[in-house]
T-cell receptor, first 115, second 112 residues
Framework: ETGVTQTPRHLVMGMTNKKSLKCEQH?????MYWYKQSAKKPLELMFV???????ENNSVPSRFSPECPNSSHLFLHLHTLQPEDSALYLC??????????????FGSGTQLSVL | LAKTTQPISMDSYEGQEVNITCSHN???????ITWYQQFPSQGPRFIIQ???TKVTNEVASLFIPADRKSSTLSLPRVSLSDTAVYYC?????????????FGAGTRLAVHP
């Protein structure tokens, strides 16, 4: 148990569907992240929120829309996805550090399949 | 951000010590070295972090030579449950969040 909970664990959706992934952290952290991990590929950072403000958007297509209503919750809204978007989507959180790199705490991820 | 190079894969047997080396020739003065472990279909988990010399915790040891151009993650007496991907990240976060990039990592397979 990492203190970061993601739902659902598995999701199958068609290309015309709209769905949302949810992430909740119980660690009191100020930063939250969305990563994408395709099969046999490294993690790709998608979005970063710091103090509920989006600070990173790594050229992610507009069919992925993040939302951070407060520092404990993070959503990823999905619409008109493509089969190549099938991947493991991971949420993480961290607390700003002063002299060392902030440790990332990851959830278990949502395994997404787009048909 | 410093570029890292680690072996793509390694094999070991239960009870052996495993050492995974990461090269980071262009590490900056203020950079830290951090290692994560990832099991299939799960998020990575922080293992250990260090700046120089040696760091040890209940899970692993991290050895960093004086020039800091490489680091070695040491896992004592591995078991089958240590089969995972291990990532070496080098850099210094700032601005209130972690900007470090995950590479391909090292796939460790532990055999009976």
């Amino acid at each position: 148990e990492t203190g970061v909970t993601q739902t659902p664990r598995h999701l199958v959706m068609g290309m015309t569907n709209k769905k949302s992934l949810k992430c909740e952290q119980h660690l009191g952290h100020n930063a939250m992240y969305w990563y994408k991990q395709s099969a046999k590929k490294p993690l790709e950072l998608m979005f970063v929120y710091s103090l509920e403000e989006r600070v990173e958007n790594n050229s992610v297509p507009s069919r992925f829309s993040p939302e951070c209503p407060n520092s404990s919750h993070l959503f990823l809204h999905l619409h008109t996805l493509q089969p190549e978007d099938s991947a493991l989507y991971l949420c993480a959180s961290s607390q700003p550090g002063s002299t060392t790199n902030e440790k990332l705490f990851f959830g278990s991820g949502t395994q997404l399949s787009v048909l | 951000l410093a570029k890292t190079t680690q072996p793509i894969s390694m094999d070991s047997y239960e009870g052996q010590e495993v050492n995974i080396t990461c090269s980071h020739n262009n590490i900056a003065t203020n950079d830290y070295i951090t290692w994560y472990q990832q099991f299939p279909s799960q998020g990575p988990r922080f293992i250990i972090q260090g700046y120089k010399t040696k760091v040890t915790n209940e899970v692993a040891s991290l050895f960093i030579p004086a020039d800091r151009k490489s680091s070695t993650l040491s896992l004592p007496r591995v078991s089958l449950s240590d089969t995972a991907v291990y990532y070496c990240l080098v850099g210094l976060s700032g601005g209130g969040y972690n900007k470090l990039i995950f590479g391909a990592g090292t796939r460790l397979a532990v055999h009976p």
